[in-house]
């Protein structure tokens, strides 16, 4: 076995042709054991990768082996102990930089956390033991996202540090707003390299490669025709031919500049707003969405678009993938056109259930139609299928929902359905109440490990023990308490719902906030558990807020004649309760201010187009 120590700090070999990650992934391996042990290993090179020299004390040696090509295979890393030696291999470089995290955390009882929880959790022992044995981690998907929203600055460099340590392989760039290609030349660009971890340019794409206020003026023709006239602020015409000669252009010219970006999107613009020119309409079949029946279906019309400029950019950059996005009204299966093999779809079932899982029959929502749809894509799609999640709760009002566990069963139909793989939106001001939800992701996201380590539960335990401390058994029966009274007992809820937090009152929850109230007690010593609780204590409160607002706001809706006006009173200082109290606490990381403020007096100004409507 491997025992090293203080007094044995032992050395970490890797191959003297080894690249940068490589030896990065040595030198983090040292760094993490000097941390737990107090004794530093050497990292030592040697001029073969195989060295046959025994060593004098505990040793590992990263061994790079030939790339096979498939991402998962590559990332997979196999640990073999035996008497003073282990041997940690890799196909790629990145996958010898998550062998060495697995092994930190496995064996060192290290906890990842990031800088909006608190420090990592780092346990000091005399000794780091790994038993004689062999280990093996393998992704269960190829590409493991996150991407920005809204922005890119210093704080996300350190987000990809703690998404290397999760496992999590990919950047998907959004370059809708204002720098965010500048801000990732700055900051990302030599830190996902170093992690031998990917870069990608996508969602909402389309106005980024063809720019309104770039071309509209000269070439209303170029985007789309709604409603009789050329919109700027709608899609692109995906039939022009200059349209697509001009998209097709500008991805070589920014591939030129940025070589490392293997992964192009051309996702439509949020929203509807297709074409209805006699030529997009006649290429596509005139069906109506499952999901929107006011609409007709854009798939195969979009589909031709994206096919058409995926192979005029592979003539020229045949190692290069093109992506689309299979969502709204297009997120039916195509009828008549089939995606090339070198194209990737990412499916967005952005109007699903988040209490039931996606295969969940008995969902009242739209879980049993995306599964459905997923399956049929898969049927139809020669090359990779993603998954667009919206498991980090984006728009909805930073409220907290507990759902490890139907995360975790997704994933595990998502392998089953052929999924390769799938990007998370996150917002930093709000990770603090979704936080577990990217760790529930990370967890699904990989196979094998060491016993109990995999399992869910044991899983959240060491994370709540390394986030809440003293706290961390209290703390795990007020979000079990949450998750019984809010999601299992509670409606199908989703993206923009609202409606469920009606039933968080005091007295509901009541078990949820006395665990709480111990929570904070038993945390009193500890400063950084003591702020990770206040954080929570101040999500707890946003909700019991925004619960209190939703009901007076549903009062109001249904009131008629002079009962309104009280309602309506009642609601709007509800209101402004939740905004002032988002606005106070919007340095904690709970609470996004700005999203809550605007969905919440938009909210009030639709009540007062009814209050204006009724007779008062």
Not at 64 to 79: F, H, K, P, V
Not at 245 to 258: A, C, K, M
Not at 519 to 539: D, T
């Amino acid at each position: 076995m491997l025992e090293f120590s203080a007094a044995s700090p032992g050395v970490i070999r890797l191959a003297s042709s080894a690249d940068a990650t490589c030896r990065f992934a040595a030198e983090q391996l040292a760094y993490y054991i000097a941390l737990v042990t107090g004794g530093r290993p050497s990292v030592v090179e040697t001029s073969a990768q195989r060295s046959e020299t025994t060593p004098a004390g505990p040793a590992i040696e990263l061994r790079l082996q030939e790339r096979t090509g498939d991402r998962c295979r590559d990332e997979t890393a196999s640990l073999r102990v035996a008497d003073c030696l282990g041997v940690l291999t890799a196909r790629s470089p990145a996958g010898l930089l998550f062998g060495t995290y697995h092994i930190i955390e496995n064996f060192a009882g290290v906890c990842w956390l990031n800088r909006w929880e608190r420090e990592e959790y780092v346990p000091r022992a005399e000794k780091l033991i790994v038993p004689d044995g062999e280990y093996s981690w393998s992704p269960r998907f190829s590409c493991r996202a996150f991407t920005n929203y809204p922005r890119i600055d210093a704080e996300t460099t350190d987000f990809v540090d703690w998404m290397a340590k999760q496992g999590f392989n990919q950047y998907v760039i959004n370059p809708q707003f204002p720098g965010a290609l500048d801000a990732y030349r700055t900051f990302l660009r030599g830190a996902l390299a170093l992690r031998g971890m990917k870069a990608s340019l996508e969602h909402h794409t389309l106005p980024f490669w063809l720019t309104p206020g770039e071309y509209f003026h000269e070439h209303p023709e170029y985007f789309a025709l709604v409603g009789g006239q050329r919109r700027p602020d709608g899609q692109v015409c995906t039939s022009h031919p200059e349209v697509r000669e001009i998209i097709t252009r500008r991805i070589l010219e920014f591939l030129d500049e940025y070589p490392e970006i293997m992964e192009i999107g051309l996702w439509p613009r949020d929203g509807f707003g297709w074409c209805e020119c006699e030529v997009c309409i006649a290429g596509q079949p005139q069906v109506s969405s499952s999901l929107w029946p006011d609409l007709r279906c854009r798939t195969d019309t979009y589909l031709d678009f994206v096919n058409d400029v995926a192979e005029r950019v592979t003539q020229e950059r045949p190692d290069v993938s093109i992506t689309a996005l299979a969502y709204l009204n297009y997120a039916e299966p195509p009828q008549s056109v089939r995606p090339l093999s070198n194209l990737v779809i990412y499916f967005a079932p952005i109007l699903r259930c988040f209490k039931h899982q996606i295969n969940d029959t008995g969902c009242r929502r739209r879980n049993p139609t995306y599964a459905d749809m997923l399956l049929r894509w898969r049927d139809a799609t020669p090359g990779q299928l993603r998954l667009f999640l919206y498991d980090m709760g984006i728009d909805t009002l930073s409220l907290p929902y507990p759902c490890a566990e139907r995360i975790a069963a997704d994933f595990d139909f998502y392998e089953r359905a052929g999924v390769d793989g799938y990007v998370l939106e996150y917002v930093p001001e709000e990770w603090v109440t979704f936080g577990a939800n990217a760790r529930a992701v990370a967890f699904a996201s990989w196979k094998g490990g060491t016993g109990a380590a995999n399992q869910l539960a044991t899983h959240m335990e060491r994370y709540w023990k390394a986030l809440y401390g003293p706290s961390a058994s209290a703390m795990t029966d007020y979000w079990r308490e949450l998750a019984v009274r809010l999601v299992e007992e509670g409606p199908c809820t989703g993206h923009y719902d609202l409606s469920w937090t009606r039933r968080a009152t005091p007295g509901l929850l009541s078990s949820a906030l006395v665990s709480l109230g111990q929570a904070l007690a038993a945390a009193a010593p500890e400063k950084a558990a003591w702020q990770a609780l206040r954080r929570v204590q101040v999500s707890c409160e946003h909700l019991l807020r925004v619960g209190e607002w939703q009901r007076h706001l549903a009062e109001a809706q249904c009131c008629t004649g002079q009962a309104i006006a009280r309602a309506a009173e009642l609601a709007a200082a509800a209101a402004e309760a939740v905004v002032a109290w988002a606005r106070a606490n919007e340095s904690f990381g709970a609470v996004h201010a700005e999203k809550v403020a605007d969905r919440v007096w938009r909210e009030m100004q639709a009540l007062g187009g009814i209050c204006s409507g009724n007779s008062v």
